[in-house]
């Protein structure tokens, strides 16, 4: 009924950029906050970058300066831009969109599927 559907991912040599996004559709009343997270093989998934439905930003110490976290309330959507990207970076990136369903006072975080993002040397 909600779904989160991302796109954006793909293949950029170090230095590139990428621009991930994310959109939330159904049965919304109201989106809290939006993030992106991202886990790499062996290591702790981590919050890449959040934003509240006032537009309140957070990021990451490593990524910070690099990416940027943006949201278009009037389509439910968030994006990602990522400059001077890194190998470092190369994740599986999931875009997370914490809500309220229509009729319900009880919040539901939905994740998308998740999209590859590698960054060669």
């Known amino acids: 009924q909600v779904q989160v559907v991302e796109s954006g991912g793909g293949l950029v040599q170090a230095g590139g950029s990428l621009r991930l996004s994310c959109a939330a559709s159904g049965s919304i009343f109201r989106i809290n906050h939006m993030g992106w997270y991202r886990q790499a093989p062996g290591k702790q998934r981590e919050l890449v970058a959040q934003i509240t439905s006032g537009g309140i930003t957070n990021y990451a110490d490593s990524v910070k300066g690099r990416f940027t976290i943006s949201r278009d309330n009037a389509k439910n959507a968030v994006y990602l831009q990522m400059n001077s990207l890194k190998p470092e970076d190369t994740a599986v990136y999931y875009c997370?969109?914490?809500?309220?369903?229509?009729?319900?006072?009880?919040?539901?975080?939905?994740w998308g599927q998740g999209t590859q993002v590698t960054v060669s040397s």
């Open positions: 997370a969109a914490n809500l309220l369903k229509s009729g319900s006072l009880i919040r539901v975080e939905y």
